[in-house]
Nanobody, 124 residues
């Protein structure tokens, strides 16, 4: 079992920045790819970004390329999502996820473990 706890969300004005963190505990010795997904009210959960176990490979949704950056610190069992140039349409609950995959998958069903979600609100 792996437990994931997100932090760092909140309210920010359009054009601003936030950094989300996701701390993992439990069986973190396995090689997990880590992903960030988001879900806005009335919409399905969608892929945002993912990173491989080593951190050497990343994957981004088109709508965040150039604005968001995913990284991880395996010594701290933590993955980060740096979000810059935020837009009102980025408003959503952001979820951290872990899955045993050899690549940073964008597929939701790849991921076995999920955090509780963290609200990000971008005002115009």
């Amino acid at each position: 079992q792996v437990q994931l706890v997100e932090s760092g969300g909140g309210l920010v004005q359009a054009g601003g920045s936030l950094r989300l963190s996701c701390a993992a505990s439990g069986r973190t010795g396995s090689s997990y790819a880590m992903g960030w997904f988001r879900q806005a009210p009335g919409k399905e959960r969608e892929f945002v970004a993912a990173i491989s176990w080593s951190g050497g490979s990343t994957n981004y949704a088109e709508f965040v390329k150039g604005r968001f950056a995913i990284s991880r610190d395996n010594a701290k069992n933590t993955v980060y999502l740096q979000m810059n140039s935020l837009k009102p349409e980025d408003t959503a609950v952001y979820y951290c996820a872990a899955g045993r995959a050899p690549f940073p998958s964008a597929v939701l069903t790849t991921y076995t473990y999920w955090g509780q979600g963290n609200q990000v609100t971008v005002s115009s």
